[in-house]
Every structure is written in C-alpha cells, then in structure tokens.
C-alpha cells in the first residue's frame, strides 16, 4: 500500500490573533503600542494635511502659493523641474543624460533580473564599454557638443557622484582589504596606512583639499576638471571604508575554506576569486549596501565646494524672489527627501532580496 505524506493544514492570517501575539502581548507591549501609534498620528496626519490636502498644486509665481491655509507649494517644484533634474545642462541637449542613464538601468536590470542570459558579458560591457559610453554623452565628443562638468547639477550631478563614488569604492576596497590581510609586510602596512588615513579625516576636508588645495600643488599649466577631483575624493574615500566592510567578511570565512583551496593546488589568487571572495562578498552584503546608501547621501556634500547637485539646486531656488513664500523651502526639502528616500530604500529592498537568494542553499 503506497503510504503519501500528510497534507499540511493551511494557515489562515487571523489579525486579531496577530495583533495580540505582537502589538498587545503584554500591558507594557499594550501601552507602547498605545503611545506609538498616538505619535504617528500625531506627526502623520499634520504633514498629509500639509503636502497634500492644503497643497497648491497650480501657478507660475509664489502669489498661488501665499493664501490663507495654504499647504505645500508644489508649483515651485514643478516649474523648476528641468533645473532639479539636470541643473544647467543645455535645454537642447538633455536626451543625453537621459540616454545615458536609460543605459545604466537597463543594464543593472539585465544584471539583477532572473533568467536573462548572458549575464557575464553584460557585466563585462556594464563594466569596461559603459563608462566610455557615458563620458562621451555627458561631456561630449564623437560629434556631439561639448557640455563643460560646470553646468551639470541636479539629479544628473548626484547620479554621477553616487554611481562613480559606488563602482570605484568597491573593487578599490577589496583590493585594499586584501592588501591588509596580505603576509607581505610592504603591501600590508601601505593598505594600512592609507585605509586609517582616509578614515581618520571627514569627507568635508577631503572635498575642499581636492577642490582648492591640490591645484595649488600641481605642475605650472596642469589642471585638472574640478568635479574628477571630486569623484576622485570621493571614491579615496569611500574605498577606505569598503576596505574594512570587506574585511569583516574575509574574516568571517572559516578558515577550512583557505585550507581546502590550498589542499586543491590553487594559488593565492585562484582561491580569493572562486572561493574566498565570494563567500565573504556574501557576507558582507548588508554592510556593503548600507555604505553603498551613505555614499548616495554623502552627495549632498559636494554643494559646498560650489556643485548645484539635487540638494544645492532646491536651496538656490528657496532664495529666489519670484518664489519666496512660507513654505517654498519645506516643499523643496520634503521633494529632495522623497528623492532620496526612493533611492536607498530600493537599494535596501534589492540587498534583502539578494541575501534571501544567496542564502537559499542554507536554509533549513
């Protein structure tokens, strides 16, 4: 007689159930719960007041914006928004930025979704033809006008910051975490050194020596674009910081891994790239996307060595006449967080979906 596993019963979601197991388990859980929900409130309903039931949403100058309960002024959002999305570049010339970064998603969507083929070649282009492709677009050249790094702003300026600081920290900090862990002592104390250098000075000071201080230490007739010294600064930077992410995941191999490649005759190399590497890569994947997010944010810090980014734009329009009213600078403010947030919270969703399939093999 042919014996069949036992169907398991289905679980129903009780919400009753559910709410006492987690909000009201106990007459303090009861009670915070009580007092979280009355601040939410408290700080929730005021600000969906504001920015979308008192809101104004039409007009060309601060004038709609300056009537009795008036809320949000989203106008000063919209009629500025090729100024917040590209900052000065050229009118007739912004289908490039927009290609360019249309490339980019289509790319990391090729990279991230399921099933696509030929993953490996994709990120090989992604990686050697793309940056080439895209400084061609932005700057100019191969028939295409040139567009000076002085009147990029924006969002465009903030994506450049972000994606160049991003794919430059990382291959840089691995190496340097190697580096630390090296037994040559030359390339151990050099990783050393120059990963407690950049950590031990703010992003701040590194900007303004890139942007005022190194100039005045190059060559007579050498000069150098003001916003590559930035992004140079910012990956320095930024790459320290990776360093001891990756670290933290090298260490938390288990050595039996280092042993078992030595045992199989791979080299030094052979076994941090096919053994080492990607375990500890995996690891470190919630650290390295929360680093990946703070550099996205640090951004903001180029606007005080003279870049409009998305932050410097919206706080230049706050000072303008024509838009001067009570809630001019919250609308800005709360636009630029939205951006922001949507930013780094799909960055954090996709690094949870990444753990959730690279640890599939582990689950029990």
């Not at 909000?23 to 929730?44: D, Q």
């Not at 300056?66 to 912004?94: H, S």
């Not at 024509?322 to 949507?342: M, R």
Request: net charge positive; glycine share 8%; aromatic share 12%.
């Amino acid at each position: 007689m042919a014996m069949f596993p036992e169907a398991r019963p289905v679980e129903r979601f009780r919400p009753l159930e559910w709410l006492r197991e987690n909000l009201f388990s106990s007459p303090l859980n009861g009670a915070l719960t009580i007092v979280a929900l009355v601040i939410i409130y408290w700080l929730v309903v005021p600000t969906v007041q504001w920015a979308i039931v008192n809101a104004v949403w039409t007009g060309g100058s601060r004038e709609a914006c300056l009537g009795e309960g008036a809320g949000a002024c989203w106008p000063f959002i919209t009629n500025r928004i090729g100024l917040i999305l590209y900052g000065f570049y050229d009118d007739g010339e912004r289908w490039r930025p927009i290609l360019t970064f249309a490339l980019l998603v289509a790319g990391i969507l090729w990279l991230t979704l399921p099933r696509l083929p030929r993953k490996m070649l994709v990120a090989v282009l992604m990686v050697t033809i793309y940056p080439v492709v895209a400084y061609c677009l932005l700057t100019g050249g191969l028939g295409l006008g040139v567009v000076p790094t002085s009147r990029w702003g924006g969002l465009l300026l903030t994506m450049v910051v972000a994606v160049t600081g991003i794919l430059l920290s990382l291959p840089l900090g691995i190496l340097l975490a190697l580096g630390r862990r090296s037994d040559l002592p030359v390339v151990r104390i050099a990783s050393v050194i120059f990963i407690e250098f950049w950590r031990g000075v703010p992003l701040v000071t590194v900007l303004f020596m890139a942007s005022y201080m190194l100039p005045l230490f190059a060559p007579q007739g050498v000069t150098v674009d003001k916003l590559l010294r930035a992004l140079i600064a910012v990956a320095l930077f930024n790459s320290a910081y990776m360093a001891e992410v990756v670290r933290g995941g090298l260490q938390a191999v288990a050595k039996g891994q280092q042993e078992a490649a030595t045992a199989l005759g791979l080299g030094y190399w052979q076994s941090n790239t096919l053994i080492i590497l990607p375990q500890a890569l995996r690891l470190a994947i919630p650290n390295i996307v929360s680093t990946f997010i703070g550099i996205f944010k640090d951004t903001t810090l180029v606007s005080i060595i003279g870049f409009f980014d998305l932050l410097g734009i919206i706080q230049s329009g706050t000072s303008d006449s024509h838009w001067a009213s009570p809630s001019t600078a919250f609308t800005g403010y709360l636009f630029a967080a939205a951006v922001f947030w949507v930013f780094c919270f799909s960055m954090s969703r996709y690094s949870r979906h990444m753990e959730r399939v690279l640890n599939a093999g582990e689950r029990r």
